[in-house]
């Protein structure tokens, strides 16, 4: 990826007697000549920004989904855009499933994914990623009215719903005697157990809490403590040279205050203390 800079141009100013030689002298063939020079100059000038192409998921609110105009929205969605004004790039979102974002930036046919997705070691093998930029951990979500699961080990032979690809669905899979259903997105495995299709969802507690909260999901609650502490992180192709660049504006938005108010604006308070490194 190459970032071209604007470049100012000389206005050159001929002398009237100059002027008259040379119209005298080169005739049209001059003309044309300062004609192309005046061109390529001038094409110069254009001011062009390097492109980052970033995959998401919209469908993990509150950190990216569509809002009612049908466009993308949410907290990594504004974070993202901001990192590509810090670094002086144009952000350009395409949306993928969960599951192909990875595969994707494999590929390399993006440059960066940012879709709530948590670091760990064995997508460390696949991909780099940016220092961590946001807190999470897992949550065990059931109906409003369950009074059986209350942790983890109450979940054993139960029905659960997972978004295929995510740590929630790892960490059903350990689960003895579990019935796991996977999904497409985290909003369609809470709506499976709204449903009362399911005996729980194990899912980022973020979402999970926004879902309840916002009313958009009806009828839930959280039991338990976070079964894990994870962080997210923006994934990029393995050596990608976006990582440092990444890192920097992540780096220069954290000082600045532009990620705190970001962060308040999508959940209401400070953000929290976050390491370099998430491991």
Known sequence: MTIKRS????????????????????????????????????????????????????????????????????????????????AGLEVQFESLPFDG?????????????????TITEERLQTVDFSRPYIKAGLAIAVQADNAEVAGLDDLEDKKIAVQIGTTGADQAAEIPGAEISTFDSAPLALQELANGNVDAVINDAPVTLDAIASGNIDGLKVVGEL???????????????????????????????????IYQKWFGEEPPELPESAF
């Open 7 to 86: 470049v100012f141009l000389r206005n050159i100013t001929l002398g009237v007697s100059a002027s008259l030689v040379l119209a005298a002298c080169g005739g049209a063939d001059t003309a044309d000549t300062a004609e192309e020079a005046t061109t390529d100059e001038a094409a110069t000038t254009e001011e062009t920004v390097g492109v980052l192409k970033v995959a998401t998921e919209p469908a993990f609110p509150p950190f990216e989904f569509q809002n009612d105009d049908g466009e993308l929205d949410g907290f990594d969605i504004d974070l993202m855009t901001a990192i590509g004004e810090t």
């Open 101 to 117: 974002i990875i595969p994707a930036l494999q590929a390399g046919t993006v440059d960066a994914a940012i879709s709530g997705m």
């Open 227 to 261: 079964l894990t502490t994870e962080f997210y992180g923006i994934a990029m192709p393995k050596d990608s040279e976006n990582v440092e660049v990444v890192n920097d504006a992540l780096m220069t938005m954290m000082e600045d205050g532009t990620y705190a108010e």
